[in-house]
């Protein structure tokens, strides 16, 4: 009998619990989105008013971007010009992904590959990739090839350096857990210390792909005649067409915002979710 009013307290609450936590997931999806706007609107108007008020006839104000960017899609340049700094850094993302995240995996693993590859890596993780400018073109000539050369070099050594510190940091019980059920080392490999470590690899796959974007901008602006890297530095000598150089920059930090929120995406899949502790 003491136990019955309990119970449908527990039921009946249960409702409004779930009524309570889902608005204020709400709230947050809603704050989530109105403050990045709120805080861009006053950017735009700050940018506006400082250019007018500054009585410069160089810097453009946020209308004449936008008339940039309309001339841009009129001619056709826009979408070419996304398409291949895109084109670009998917390949030497892919390239420096299947690379690293193994690689890192092994080196982590293996205590003696890491003594022996891992001062190698120390060496040329420190080198920026646009001092290897030169030494892509030589290699590749003025061509798709060098800056996704490039890419791969600005973004292979954060993806296995983070795959190394991931396995090495990885919580020993996992592994005995795993050893106890008599799992072979491939399995253990693919079930435990892949899964272990998937949320810190995904966080140095998002760093390695900010760079990688800095990178191939930079890397337009020398080795290749086309994509916003490109863009900016014609547009800069061709007339000094400076709305066009802020309208590229512009496009890629919306670019650069959209390729950080589609590798955070990889945060909600179950295998990876319980690696973050603010994810419910």
């Not at 001062?119 to 030169?134: E, F, G, K």
Request: glycine share 10%.
């Amino acid at each position: 009998m003491n136990g019955a009013p309990r119970t449908e307290v527990i039921l009946t609450a249960t409702p409004a619990v779930a009524g309570r936590q889902a608005g204020a997931r709400g709230k947050r999806d809603w704050l989530g989105v109105a403050l990045p706007c709120g805080v861009g609107i006053l950017l735009l108007v700050v940018w506006d008013v400082s250019v007018r008020i500054s009585g410069s006839d160089l810097f453009p104000t946020p209308l004449d971007v936008a008339k940039a960017i309309v001339e841009l899609i009129e001619h056709g340049l826009l979408l070419k010009y996304m398409v291949a700094s895109l084109f670009r850094v998917s390949w030497g993302f892919a390239l420096a992904t299947v690379v690293g995240v193994p690689s890192g995996l092994v080196l982590g693993w293996y205590g003696r590959a890491a003594q022996a590859f891992n001062p190698m890596i120390q060496v040329l993780r420190p080198i920026s990739p646009i001092a290897w400018i030169p030494v892509a073109i030589l290699w590749f000539g003025v061509s798709d090839a060098a800056p996704i050369f490039l890419i791969f070099l600005a973004s292979v050594f954060p993806i296995t350096v983070s795959a190394m510190a991931a396995v090495q940091n990885m919580q020993p019980v996992y592994v005995r857990a795993a050893k106890n059920f008599g799992l072979s080392e491939w399995e253990l490999f693919r079930q435990v210390i892949l899964r272990a470590c998937l949320p810190q690899i995904i966080t140095g796959l998002r760093i390695a792909l900010g760079i990688a974007w800095l990178v191939v901008v930079a890397a337009e602006m020398i080795a290749v005649n086309s994509g916003l890297g490109f863009l900016i530095i014609d547009a800069r000598n061709a007339g000094k067409r400076y709305d066009l150089v802020v309208a590229g920059m512009l496009l890629i930090g919306l670019i650069g915002l959209g390729l950080d929120l589609l590798v955070r995406k990889l945060e909600n899949f179950d295998e990876v979710r319980w690696g973050y502790a603010n994810k419910s």
